[in-house]
């Protein structure tokens, strides 16, 4: 298979998503945020093409001005957000040439595309593919040291940790290295460019990076070969331009037919009855804990009221040492029989599996029945 990392990524977030671009490869608008991002990445890369001198700061401000007239087409919500954004594109453009300079750096490649290919196994005959990518920037830091730039217009930062473990970063490092195979054994200096911040945070290629990257798209993969295209439910739905086409969402949309209200009105009357039910059971506990301590404190353990009668009955939980089990059972043979391994006792040790141990015990997986479950959710959500 062929793949860019952006559909690797894309898969990841959400399967359905990847599966209706894809797949289905329903065309969808470009949201403001990915026109914004792409007339920024043009101005940057331009700023980083000297013609034949570096381009100044208010040379680049022009090319943007001039890319920002395609904007007119986009659906923003009024001519204020319009402007919000090109002044945010101005910032970031002046931000960036402070901290960047194009006079001060060794530019080997902008918006260079590769291609990667990984292998399924060792094995010669292992399934092979090609991951596809453009890395946004690359510079030269000194002899044989290089650095990767991939620039990002979204606020949220993500932690070094988050950064030391970036699928792209293993994937892009990958590309460099199947690239120029002759720096494969040199540093390589990987950076996220948080452009609304002004803020670079880098990591140093290493093997781990690079393997970890390969298996997590091997695996995606893998999923998408099988045709596994569930939909993922997150904060990324507000911005999924398939939303009113996507199974945990549509209906929000939908015009309802009266078959269709009637359903309306048994969820309704469904929820209704499963808060009851918790509270119930949340109120049923309240007074077992209060009885309990009348009881104890009069000294009785029958309560009778109008409706019948409550009475405490002895219950003992006990736990035995299994070493004198064993001396017991295994002279009659029934000692085996209580060894059996259960779903259940797995679950209880899976935490304390080391990660190979607990992939190797998914592979062995073996779906006997796959069902749906009802689970209610008390909020009312709206249109937007
Ligand atoms: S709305 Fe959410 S769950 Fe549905 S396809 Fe988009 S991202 Fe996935």
């Avoid at 910032?91 to 292998?119: G, S, T």
């Avoid at 309306?264 to 309990?292: F, G, P, S, T």
Wanted: glycine content about 2%; hydrophobic content about 35%.
């Amino acid at each position: 298979m062929q793949i860019s990392y952006s559909s690797i990524e894309l898969y990841l977030n959400c399967p359905k998503k990847y599966y209706f671009s894809q797949v289905e490869k329903i065309k969808a608008k470009k949201s403001k945020e990915q026109i914004f991002g792409t007339l920024i990445h043009s101005a940057l890369k331009f700023l980083h093409q000297p013609n034949p001198l570096p381009h100044t700061l208010s040379q680049v401000l022009d090319y943007f001005k001039e890319l920002w007239e395609s904007t007119k087409e986009v659906d923003w919500q009024s001519e204020e957000e319009r402007n919000a954004y090109f002044e945010e594109g101005i910032r970031i453009l002046k931000e960036y040439y402070k901290k960047n300079n194009p006079k001060n750096f060794l530019i080997v490649d902008l918006e260079k595309r590769f291609f990667a290919k990984i292998k399924e196994g060792n094995h010669p005959e292992a399934k092979e593919h090609t991951l596809i990518g453009i890395i946004d920037r690359i510079d030269k830091i000194s002899n044989n040291y290089f650095e990767i730039i991939d620039y990002k217009t979204s606020r949220k930062m993500p932690s070094q940790n988050i950064v030391d473990n970036n699928l792209q970063l293993g994937i892009y490092a990958l590309g460099f290295e199947q690239n120029w195979p002759k720096f494969r054994k040199s540093p390589l200096k990987l950076s996220l460019y948080f452009l609304k911040h002004s803020e670079k945070i880098s990591t140093q290629k290493n093997q781990e990076l690079i393997e970890k990257a390969k298996q997590k798209a091997l695996k995606a993969i893998s999923l998408i070969e099988q045709k596994k295209f569930p939909p993922f439910v997150s904060s990324l739905c507000d911005f999924c331009v398939y939303k009113k086409i996507c199974p945990m969402w549509k209906h929000l949309y939908q015009d309802l037919t009266p078959d269709d209200k009637q359903i309306v009105d048994l969820v309704n009357e469904y929820l209704i009855l499963k808060k009851r039910q918790e509270n119930d059971l949340k109120k049923i506990k309240e007074l077992k804990e209060e009885i309990n301590k009348y009881c104890d404190k009069k000294g009785v353990e029958r309560i009778f009221s109008e409706e019948g009668y409550l009475q405490r009955d002895r219950q003992i939980r006990a736990n035995y040492d299994f070493l004198k089990i064993k001396e017991i059972l295994e002279p009659v043979g029934f000692w085996n029989e209580i060894l059996d391994p259960s779903l259940k006792k797995l679950k209880k040790i899976w935490q304390k599996l080391p990660k190979e141990i607990q992939k190797k015990i998914e592979k062995e997986a073996k779906v006997e029945k796959e069902f749906k479950s009802l689970r209610p959710v008390f909020k009312k959500m709206k249109k937007e």
